[in-house]
């Protein structure tokens, strides 16, 4: 099989539930997200898939997560930062998520919601593989079993 593999860029902020470390404290990264899909075949113009195809489905997914502050949907932080609006006088971008918000969370749901993203959009690729590079030397690796 052959894959294609694009990379997207957000700066995101996040903390970490249940965590006796500083990553328990409000804080930033500057995410890079790395997506691999497969196809069993090419298409009739030899591609796995247009990158563009992949690139949206990409942003549908990832852009909630640019200049954001994702927390755990039970964080009390949470009820704190809607309250209040950004300088510019709109909603803060707060994005909850079920789980507990590392690297390995990240790249699983993205992988998860990328692949419903492509379903939607009639493509036959298959996201296999996703990292989730936290830091310049940091990433977690999500793969299809």
């Not at 196809?39 to 195809?53: E, I, R, S, W, Y």
Request: glycine residues 6%; proline residues 2%; aromatic residues 8%.
């Amino acid at each position: 099989m052959q894959s294609v593999t694009k990379q997207m860029r957000t700066e995101t902020g996040h903390r970490l539930t249940n965590y006796d470390g500083r990553c328990s404290h409000l804080h930033g990264h500057s995410y890079l997200w790395e997506v691999t899909a497969q196809a069993a075949q090419l298409t009739p113009n030899g591609m796995v898939m247009d990158f563009k195809v992949l690139k949206q489905a990409m942003h549908q997914v990832l852009d909630q997560f640019d200049h954001a502050m994702v927390l755990c949907a039970n964080d009390p932080c949470s009820v704190g930062l809607f309250s209040m609006a950004a300088t510019n006088g709109k909603p803060q971008r707060v994005l909850l998520l079920s789980g507990n918000l590392t690297a390995e969370y990240f790249a699983q749901y993205a992988a998860r919601e990328i692949q419903a993203v492509l379903d939607g959009m009639q493509s036959k690729a298959t996201v296999t593989h996703v990292r989730v590079w936290e830091t310049a030397t940091s990433y977690a690796d999500w793969r299809i079993e």
